[in-house]
């Protein structure tokens, strides 16, 4: 604690105005952000138990940071650094964004250690650091693609330097560090390289764009951090864009989603992740400022994004070319290009927006792509990650979905990141009270808006089965509300507060309980997660006439190696002979790291279709012709962890 | 005749062995192919009557072939030619490969001046002619783009630099053009830059490869049109590959469809009209030398064609990037490439298989691809071009489907060849008769091979009704057979020959018709033109649960703006209630140029699916709910050629 209070004393020399503890800090930081009505907790505040979430927490801590870490070494992204100051004798290796890469595993090291002390981590991210830090230049230029042969080029690659990329992966790193134990080495750097743009760049000085939105959000933190409106001022200038002065082409505007005016936006096109950070920034802007320019184009982006352009996986980005946004329901399920990076990208902007109104329906997304397209990204191993989380394969052998290491490697450490901060977005704090968005077995220690100091336990086994129970334990009997949210998919929910039912219990809203809370007091919540069929609007082309299984929060899929004694998973129907589903739900423990799987009738149509012809005569009346066969259904995010095998999410059924 | 004659002589001079006047020889001229069961017949040979094709061929002539030349010169084709012999200065224009557009652009306008002399057209190819002979260098290189500063780069761009695909469009237009009148100063040109290859390139010389395929079906016909098997060698040496000396990369030699054996081929993959190309120029190669082993690769290729990756249109090349096949049953409608040429090396692939065989199912696929993928790529009016040729429009009104122009300008010109040469893939000869592949008004006026003269004459409205007469007229009487394609879609067919009925007529065969033919002998055809109801292949993710409408050889579509009192096509769908077809067909001449409307009744769901969310609980037992609506329904070819308007071939059916 004395280190602490020292490091924050001198915080204050470099005129850090944020008063609080920054160890106090969540995800984001809204605790001043006049706009936001939802305020986050510290990661820390949450300990996540064994349930769910905490395998997957686990391998990330245990395998999949510690692995990148070495992956980082051997292609060189380190040494990229050390090869400015002399450190080793290289020349550069990979993209020009491997930056990025490295700042990003700091980050999801960070987060980890605002949750736990983990020396060996620690000493890992200081090496780390100071091979970045040695190789900052003066100025405070820090970059290690722009150098040598190249350094003439900075800042005139404006369609694809990334170099506002990297700095605001950097700066997000950075206050992930100080706020897990005031190190503000890294953070020193970020504002030096901040300060060295806001003294060349900017609607009076040298026009600059970010090709790759991130310096936004990134900006709008450091402001939050430092209290210093001139980082806000020039996020800004990023979301207004300096496109004309730069003379970008119209593809530019569309594939970069930057440029021009974010309020002059209407739809969502381009480059999906850069969108969705893009979104995400100009929503950060809108928490601290209000603009409600800003709040217009978000609401109309929002309503693209989920009534005509986001998969059920929460997944976003249906074009290879581009990484891009197709038309309006442009869906197409194996050709899916749905980046890890856009889920989260989709993930991170819902969770802004859901600060900025406590609105169910932004943590009804939030949640459907943290459990299924997010979820996904990472091997339940830890060790391989997807690049794209297409929602059909046709299981050829040489598929290699998960791989250990991509040339442009941005998923893994962004998969990391958001594993290791994931205590964070479990609650918020508002005026009213506390708002619980997601369950799973945790324990929250931390305090009302009013200080008084509250505890939340939750039991349960959530998302196998739908009992959740949360004991409060304020330090003080207080009356405040607890929000407690009712995900959109639970058509029946039952809630009591001490065994006393409450009425009124909608979906897809936070149920508010308002009373005088005291230690021992007990919600008892019971959500429906029957099994669900799901129909997608007629116009996905490729989700027509097919269902999707969801249970909870999970959307379900079929893998080609669990139909024993059938054929080609693409020969399977769900059969709906009696127009209601019939599934059997069994938890197996061994299976998959513990699922739930479901069992439904189905039949495998016979003639196979690889030996019919591509066009034939109509038999409209003839109902699926073949073999009974139970089908096998595991959850979406498990896809892809045994051998290579044909996956389907969108099933045809019967009659 | 006394100029052709002493052409001919001065053709022998130069070793031209073909005994037979250039005026005899078809499309192809497989006359001495040893592997070739039919040979062709000259275009010049059927004379074309007021009919289906008229229209279409008349705008060909008087339309879209002097325009396109008007274009050519504007966009600098010609004057490519022109500055490299001081005629003009100027800056080369456009991309590397529009010497081949002008020599297309002569193919088309030799292939009418086949059929009839048109003074006028020929001053123009003339004039063009000189224009290109003039650029020819002393060594017989020729072509526009590899000059000046870019000479140095001559055959070392192995993977772009189209210079094989100029020459080989050079050789198709100066041999339609030495078939039409005996002008052979084009061809000696050809043969001269041919020659030149032969002398530097090759197994024991330096490599070359056609990164484009197309020089190895020109340097087949320049083969049968010179009798110098050294071309049929060469073509060899470019279907056999030389990627291994040029060091092609694995990618290259899938998107090129060259370079490595053309027997090696196990799928089509790569550039679509690359591939039917090469597979034209293999199948021309197996006419000539029966090698097994092409054929074996060419039946496998056909198969993976026909059951996996062809449109219902004919079309084909599923995906923009590469303009490329897709995997199998990957053939979304919407984005649908199908370029109108891929469509044409369908049919001219399918034209080679049919000689080879006298195989139906290949007349089949292509009066497919005729009536519909390659007919949809000219606008009615002539002056309009489709690049893509998709099977599903949304409608947006910046949509321009239809063009005058395209920077790559390859497929109006190869459609105006098309409809020019039509006449010349209605008949073929076999040492058995005469082979009738295609309906329409027409004279044949030609011989047997046995050397009666022989006149056949076809009155019908096909394809708008079913019933065809071909009156025979040999010029004695003679015992041969007549072969008369009953088409695969005509589920019942009546052919009576002098009004007494032929039994055992099966869809999808050639009839044969054996007997004493005497002047006089007339041939009744009834096909089956009832609209049909065709469904995909159940792994075609776009038309899964959709219907296709086909009457006769035409595939046809819904536009939106057909469908009076409706809103969006996309909430349309066919009502099948009793699990039979109501069609009403109704000819309407004032409308599209002609055409048999056919209406059906149909449904339009409400909500409208615009209105409704992305997902939703899935309705099994719920019928499409909505108002009644009389569907409209027009032929594919004629789509767009109205206001931009939503069009959609699969429809969704009910119940």
């Not at 600060?355 to 990204?377: I, K, M, Q």
Request: glycine content about 6%.
């Amino acid at each position: 604690m004395r280190n602490l209070l020292l490091l924050l004393g001198a915080a204050a020399a470099l005129n850090y105005a944020a008063a609080a503890d920054p160890r106090e800090a969540g995800v984001l930081d809204q605790c001043q952000a006049p706009f936001a009505k939802l305020r986050s907790v510290p990661v820390r505040a949450v300990t996540i138990r064994d349930g769910f979430w905490s395998a997957r927490r686990k391998v990330n801590v245990e395998r999949s940071i510690p692995t990148m870490l070495e992956l980082l070494e051997e292609h060189g992204v380190l040494d990229n650094f050390r090869r400015l100051t002399g450190r080793k004798a290289a020349p550069r290796r990979g993209p020009l964004y491997t930056d990025s890469d490295i700042y990003k595993w700091i980050e999801a090291a960070a987060f980890v250690l605002q949750s736990e002390d983990r020396p060996d981590l620690r000493v890992k991210v200081d090496r780390a650091i100071e091979e970045i830090l040695a190789a900052q230049e003066p100025s405070g230029y820090l970059n290690t693609y722009y150098v040598d042969e190249r350094k003439a080029l900075r800042f005139t690659e404006v369609t694809r330097s990334h170099e506002t990329y990297n700095l605001g992966h950097l700066l997000q790193g950075a206050i992930a560090l100080y706020r897990a134990n005031g190190e503000r080495r890294l953070l020193d750097a970020g504002i030096k390289f901040v300060n060295y743009l806001m003294d060349n760049f900017g609607r009076t000085k040298r026009p600059l764009s970010s090709d790759h939105p991130e310096i936004e959000l990134a900006l709008v933190e450091l402001y939050r951090t430092t209290r210093d409106r001139r980082y806000l001022d020039f996020a800004a200038y990023f979301l207004e864009g300096d496109g004309e002065r730069l003379k970008l082409a119209p593809r530019d505007l569309v594939y970069m989603f930057s440029g021009k005016p974010f309020t002059a936006r209407t739809k969502l096109e381009g480059h999906a992740v850069r969108a969705m950070y893009a979104c995400s920034g100009a929503t950060d802007y809108f928490l601290e400022t209000g603009d409600a320019a800003y709040w217009k184009t978000l609401e109309r982006l929002w309503e693209d994004l989920t009534r005509r352009k986001m998969y059920i996986t929460g997944g976003v980005g249906s074009r290879a070319v581009g990484e891009a946004f197709g038309e309006p329901y442009e869906l197409p399920n194996q050709l899916a290009y749905t980046e890890s990076c856009a889920a989260i990208g989709n993930f991170m902007w819902n969770w802004r927006m859901l600060a900025a109104t406590a609105d169910a329906r932004f943590a009804d997304v939030l949640e459907r792509a943290l459990y299924n397209g997010v979820n996904s990204g990472m091997s339940l191993d830890g060790t391989l990650y997807c690049y794209r989380n297409p929602l059909e394969l046709v299981g050829n052998p040489d598929d290699k979905i998960r791989n250990p290491w991509y040339s442009t490697t941005c998923c893994p450490p962004n998969l990391q990141r958001t594993l290791a901060s994931l205590p964070g977005y479990f609650y918020s704090t508002s005026a009213e009270g506390v708002y619980v968005h997601l369950y799973d077995n945790n324990e929250l220690d931390w305090r009302l808006e009013s200080g008084t100091p509250l505890r939340l336990r939750q039991t349960t086994r959530y998302p196998w089965d739908g009992n959740v129970t949360i004991e409060v334990q304020p330090a003080s009997p207080a009356e405040f509300t607890l929000f407690v949210r009712i995900p959109e998919w639970s058509a029946r929910t039952k809630v009591a507060v001490n065994g006393a039912p409450v009425a009124a219990v909608k979906p897809g809203t936070y149920l508010p309980l308002r009373r005088q809370w005291k230690a021992g007091d007990t919600i008892s919540l019971s959500f429906d997660v029957a099994p669900r069929l799901t129909a997608a609007n007629p116009r996905v082309r490729d989700s027509f006439a097919r269902v999707a299984v969801e249970r909870g929060p999970l959307v379900y899929a079929m893998e080609e190696i669990d139909q024993k004694g059938a054929g080609s998973l693409f020969d399977l129907r769900l059969e709906l002979a009696g127009g209601r589903p019939r599934f059997r739900e069994t938890y197996v423990p061994e299976k998959l790291g513990g699922i739930v799987e479901l069992r439904h009738p189905g039949v495998e149509v016979v003639p196979p279709s690889a030996t019919r012809p591509l066009y034939s005569p109509l038999q409209p009346a003839a109902r699926p012709h073949g073999a009974p066969r139970e089908l096998v259904l595991i959850p979406y995010y498990a896809f892809a962890n045994r051998e290579p095998t044909a996956m389907m999410v969108w099933i045809p059924y019967g009659p």
